[in-house]
Each structure stands twice: as C-alpha cells, then as structure tokens.
C-alpha cells in the first residue's frame, strides 16, 4: 500500500516556476516508475513525467520538454518536478502516481495516486 502527498502548486506568471513535490509513504518499489500526469479543465488527464526509482531513467511529455525536470530523493521516498517556463496552458491539477509500469505514459500503468495540486500560470 502506498500513499502519496503533493505539494508546491499554486499560482504563478508566464515565464515562472514552481517546484512540486510528492512525497510516498509506504512500499515503493526499485523497478517502479513513478510519474506526473495534469489534467486541465474539460480535459483528459494527460501525461507529464516519469522516472523510475532506480536508474533514475526519465520521460517527458512532449509539450515540457526542455521546461520540466523530474527527480527523485530515494531516502527521501520523494519525486520533484520543476517547472520552469511556465506557459498558461500548463494550468491544470497535477497528480503524482506511483509503481507505474513500464508504458509510464498511460494512466492505467499506475496503481497509486496522489490527492492532486493546483497550478495556476497567468498570463
């Protein structure tokens, strides 16, 4: 059973950056992917970022690249994704998920979900 938090939305201008953090409790696994998904309003939760626990091997949606960074703190049991660049399309709840598998990009390869948290990029 895992749990996880996020952390660090809020508002912000174009051009800014914010910081998320999702911290998991309980199991996690080494071989597990855990990513960054958003959904806007009216639309489909799409994905953001992933990265597995071990290796630290990353993947980006296209539309971030460049902007997002993903990273893990192992003994910390906690992701980060830094948004830099912030454009307001990329306003939208963002969920962290955890022992995703290896099709990292697909909603349905995550077994846990984070609560959500809000950002907000004007323009």
């Known amino acids: 059973q895992v749990q996880l938090v996020e952390s660090g939305g809020g508002l912000v201008q174009a051009g800014g950056s914010l910081r998320l953090s999702c911290a998991a409790s309980g199991r996690t696994f080494s071989s597990y992917a855990m990513g960054w998904f958003r959904q806007a309003p009216g639309k489909e939760r799409d994905f953001v970022a992933a990265i597995w626990w071990s290796g630290g091997n990353t993947y980006y949606a296209d539309s971030v690249k460049g902007r997002f960074t993903i990273s893990r703190d192992n003994a910390k049991n906690t992701v980060y994704l830094q948004m830099n660049s912030l454009k307001p399309e990329d306003t939208a709840v963002y969920y962290c998920?955890?022992?995703?598998?290896?099709?990292?990009?697909?909603?349905?390869?995550?077994?846990?979900w984070g609560q959500g948290t809000q950002v907000t990029v004007s323009s």
């Open positions: 998920a955890a022992n995703g598998g290896w099709n990292y990009g697909d909603y349905d390869a995550y077994d846990y």
